[in-house]
DNA sequence: TCTTGCATTCTTGTATACCAGGATACTAGT
DNA sequence: ACTAGTATCCTGGTATACAAGAATGCAAGA
């Protein structure tokens, strides 16, 4: 792989391995039980143990790896109730915001949504999905920064972490932007009426689209999941007992 | 100093200097500002700079320091707009689950919370205000237990430690536990009763009875606070312009 | 006296060497 | 054939050595 020419500035290369891996958990190309070694993944970006280490502890404790001291690191199976929580967390504080944020919006405000909207639509349209999530990111952050809790995102961050690996599970991401750009103009129309109980509606089952279908997926997808997995770090549990 | 007759268990170690350095910053005998190196720590301590530096990366992680590449590491000045949008996070969450708990909750349920409310009377007779707030802290988790979603504590969590730091510098823990106490007894006799509205209402006072102070708190100690502090990091970035 | 340049020193970032403990595979004994 | 014991390997945990950059102090010149 060998990345890093490094140079840059300290702790960037760190930063890179951190979003690779962390991407390659999301996405399921690291399948839950795999094992990671800080050797390992050191050789494979072209440095030393150190920085690696601190990327798989900061993911240990964002819950996508587990580190048995003495035995290894593995990739965390995705644990029902946190991604239950974490949609608890998301919507909670999402849809207060998305109140607060009708009641506050300046139009300049409104302004700038709509054109994220119509950013979003271009996207779309030009077929740049990639774009499209980001600018669905965006939006969402804006309207936390319009509701006056900038700081507040990164929570949310945390939160979603654990909800985009279930939603990657689902793969039907094809025919999804259409919706979503739909809920998101609804959304923006109702701040510019300030009407915060139809926004939080909108915003309720904008979040819950991706959500509603985590029993299905756990029942597809058994092997992700935590509870009886046939391989991975269960059997080391279970030898343990 | 020097702790750690190590050979505990691996990790535990750096858990206990983070423990104590938290608390130290918390309780402000470690004012913003103040200059933290990996190796003095790591020689107080007894330990080499590697578990000192991943305590260095989580309290930086969770804003209570900053650590500046090839620089140093200084403690971070409390963010006013950040403990604002902490007490966001914390308000909605527990409100929130306080509300599903009043429709939630089983007798038994009802019976434990009542059970620590007696606790918690014995604890202020007794004057041990330590083990008070760790029953205050029980108890808000146990809610969030009742509410079905354990796993949102750990966002409180941090949330609250954000708080907590303002909360210290208010010093009038004295009188307050009678207050706490009180509260606490009010949001469990609505829930006993399912008064999910009153239940919230109780716990948005409740919860803000610690901030309530915030601007005023921020005024008599402007040295604790970020914006134009006479000494510290500003210093530094004031000669970086 | 003030400014400018340099060298020293201190910081974190990174790499590497060593330690302790658990998992595994092999071997001897039954 | 199977079990128990043991030796080895592999893991993360820790300590330490080295590198790169920034701040500071001093000295030399104007």
New interface residues.
Partial sequence: MTIAPRHL???ATGQQVYEDLHGRIVRGELRPGASLTEARIGEAYGLSR?PV??VF??LN?EGFLRVI??VGTFVAPI?V??V???Q??RE??EC?AVADAAGLATPADVLALQRLIQDQRSSIADGDFANFFALDEQMHRHLMLIAG????WQ?IT??KAQLDRVRFLSLEQGTWPAMILEQHATIVDCIARHDAAGAVAIMTAHLRTAFAAIERIAAEHPDFFEGSEPSGIAAIFRKRA
Wanted: glycine letters at 0%; aromatic letters at 10%.
């Fill in positions: 500035s300290p702790r150190t280490r601190e502890w900061r404790e001291p003495q644990s109730p946190a239950r929580d974490a608890f967390v909670t504080l207060r809790h900038p700081f507040v929570v945390s939160a």
